[in-house]
């Protein structure tokens, strides 16, 4: 059984193959991953991570899997992939602690803020910025790794262009996932579970509404839900274009399930081959939606990705029978030494790891002295560790005696010795330096198209509209960015830019991390959307030092949550866009020629979807936010407004009502 590379693997060997990451939800799922072929393991603990529903870890736990990973050549990467609140962050600091001193090899991380304090505190813990980041193109993974993580797990929704274009150009490396669930949404953008039941995504809560049947254009379907992503015909392309890290989704999944993917994927990795048709049949079986899609990379985005979970698939999966998964012991070689009147002294080597200690005095026998093979009898009782013996040399005086309590504490020590894998312990303060960024109130509007912005806009200081639909002279003078851009589309959003800022706009909404620099290097004032998840203030300080004027902190905030972010900006009105897709959904059902429908769950909300820019979809949360008659409560903040489905008539209806603080006999959602 194929269990774990380490030394074995030439350099060459490791240079050609990119490492095989594989998901632990509990001790059971670990020890699969590390039979099943894994190169390195990722988990999360009891907090901070966003699959809470999983078993996971204690923190005690953790260090147990450091030291079995580490034992076996496999590193762990612990998962810390949630937007942070202001008053964890402290909590953060410890249990990154805790990590960093336990001998995590990496953490995942979403939170710009948590990366901020953890990168202040630990310089020397290594980072690798999650899929929640959702980078998309070479800006955003570089802009990560100058700011400290040396890796970047890229948005699923990639194709091979693109992900080609991003791994020769980054700088550092990149993680891609191969096998697994994916959503509906782009990588850390979706909303849609928190709008719908208050449950979190980016929290870890997700209660999966996409997963839901829903109604559009009088069709009745799954029109959310993807079949689960396999990139097994894809192997040889990914390790050519440079692809360092071959993630497997699965942190909800049997023991079974993570044995069976791991295996299948290690035989295609070191046979340098895709899968065969046999092993794509077993993959399907362990599970699958209707099969798998590889749509997004192969750049085929169309119904086919569409697909949930049959009871045929849960019958097949039921077929698969358990396995008692064990791991194959490693031989240990040992070295003892045994002088009278010197301590006893045992090395051990294994995988060249090398342990020396130092044990009791030897002494010289009366009687009955010690034989060589009464020494090895108990250096070998290796017990329920890792480790069988392998070659076992003794150097000895002849007549020496040393108690066997002696020889069992000098394995004990040699064994643990071997496998510590702790650092020295980093104690961590959390300091916010927000105060000095607080500024003075003001009042911003996207809106979704040109025709809606009415005659008379003096009530806001800044108006913005799609980038995509500017038009010179129509009374916008700021830009609203994609909230996604490929590398294969820079080209033409550039254009856009130059052509907005050559007819005077000097504002931008930066919606994704991989727009930063371009649009300062252009001159824009750039403001932070709410896109970046913004939950405290180490994000604030993170967003402003890189020169963000503003910076709309998230709609998940309660106001008393809000309330210590004060002096940033709120969104005050607007059906709040709850889904971002890659995939047009409007396609699908209404058909190319509508931009705009409507979508209804089982309930009968309605949300409105919208066609964006790269033939995107934009949905619109059921109910506005709506504050026009409670604006006292919110007085601290700038105030920002949304404007997706509206009229122009519409929209400066909404405005007089602010200016007047009327209230609505519409249902409308409250920030409380």
């Known amino acids: ?91 953060v600091l410890d249990y990154v602690s805790s990590l960093y001193s336990s001998g995590v090899d990496a953490l995942i991380v979403s939170d710009l803020g948590a990366m901020r304090e953890i990168r202040k505190h630990f310089p020397d813990f290594e980072l690798h910025a999650s899929t929640q980041c959702t980078v998309h193109n ?44 994916h959503c509906m949404s782009v990588s850390g953008q979706c909303l849609m579970s928190y709008a719908m039941g208050g449950r979190s995504g980016n929290r870890g809560e997700c209660a999966q509404p996409c997963r839901l049947p829903y109604r559009i254009c009088g069709k009745n379907g799954y029109f959310l839900s993807l079949k689960d992503m396999s990139l097994s015909d894809h192997i040889t392309e990914l390790s050519e274009i440079g692809v360092s890290s071959l ?35 077993h993959l399907s079986s362990l599970f699958s939606r209707q099969g798998f899609s590889d749509g997004y990379f192969v750049n085929k985005i169309d119904s086919s990705m569409l697909g949930i979970r049959s009871e045929e698939n849960k019958a097949e999966s039921r077929n698969i029978s358990g396995r008692e998964i064990s791991l194959p012991k490693i031989k240990l070689d040992m070295h003892g030494v045994f002088k009278v009147g010197m301590p006893s002294v045992l090395t051990a080597t294994v995988n060249g790891l090398t342990a020396t200690v130092y044990g009791d005095m030897v002494s010289e026998a009366v009687n009955a002295p010690m034989t060589e093979e009464s020494i090895i009898k108990s250096l070998t009782k290796l017990g329920n560790t890792p480790y069988c013996s392998g070659n076992v040399k003794i150097e000895k005086d002849e007549n020496i005696i040393i108690r066997v309590s002696s020889l069992n504490a000098l394995r004990r020590d040699c064994i643990n010795k071997l496998l510590e894998t702790s650092r020295e312990k980093r104690e961590a303060v959390y300091a916010s330096t927000y105060n000095r960024y ?36 129509g009374r916008a003078n700021g830009i609203y ?36 620099d371009r649009l300062k290097k252009m001159g824009f004032i750039i403001s932070a959307d709410y896109r970046f998840n913004v939950f405290n203030r180490p994000c604030v ?28 900006s709120v969104i005050v009105y607007g059906n709040i866009p709850v889904m971002t897709t890659h995939k047009c959904i409007i396609k699908d059902t209404a058909g190319c020629d509508r931009c705009n429908t409507y979508m209804t769950d089982r309930m009968g ?15 619109y949360n059921s109910v506005p936010v709506y504050m026009a008659d409670k604006m006292d409560t919110v007085r601290d903040f700038s105030h920002h407004f949304i404007f997706s489905s509206e009229t122009r008539e519409q929209c400066a209806k909404i405005i007089e009502a602010y200016k007047r603080g009327m209230p609505t006999d519409k249902k409308i959602k409250r920030i409380k």
């Open 438 to 473: 607080k500024k003075t109130v003001m009042r911003t509007a996207v809106f979704s198209r040109i025709e809606q912005i009415p005659e008379d806009v003096s009530y806001f200081d800044r108006v913005y509209v799609y980038l995509d639909r500017y038009k010179a002279g």
């Open 481 to 516: 960015m994609p909230p996604v851009i490929l590398d294969s589309e820079w080209e033409s959003v550039e254009k856009m830019l130059r052509d907005a800022k050559a007819d005077g706009v000097i504002y931008a909404i930066a919606t994704n991390i991989g727009q930063i």
């Open 138 to 181: 070479t800006d955003g993974a570089r802009f990560l790794h100058i700011r400290g993580c040396k890796r970047v797990v890229v948005a699923r929704e990639l194709d091979r262009a693109n992900m080609e274009r991003i791994c020769k150009g980054a700088g550092c490396e990149i993680e891609a996932f191969i096998h697994g669930a």
């Open 247 to 281: 993630k497997i989704e699965g942190r909800m999944k049997s023991a079974d399930y993570v044995y069976g993917v791991a295996s299948t994927f290690r035989s295609m990795l070191d046979g340098g081959r895709n899968a065969t048709v046999k092993e794509k049949a």
């Open 1 to 91: 059984m194929r269990s774990y590379r380490q030394s074995l693997n030439t350099m060459a060997d490791k240079i050609l193959k990119p490492e095989l990451l594989c998901p632990a939800g509990d001790t059971e799922a670990l020890l699969g991953a590390i039979a099943g072929g894994a190169d390195a393991v990722y988990l999360g603990a009891d907090l901070f991570n966003a699959r809470i529903r999983a078993n996971n870890f204690t923190l005690d736990g953790v260090a147990d899997a450091t030291r079995l990973c580490h034992a076996y050549g496999v590193k762990i990467y612990v998962t810390l992939n949630i937007a942070i609140h202001e008053r964890e962050m402290q909590t």
């Open 541 to 568: 300080d993170y967003l402003r030092d890189e020169g963000f004027d503003t910076v709309i902190i998230s709609p998940e905030l309660t106001l008393a949550q809000a309330r210590e972010l004060s002096g940033n």
């Open 605 to 619: 909300a309605s949300f409105f979807c919208e066609g964006i820019f790269g033939h995107r979809n934009i949905i």
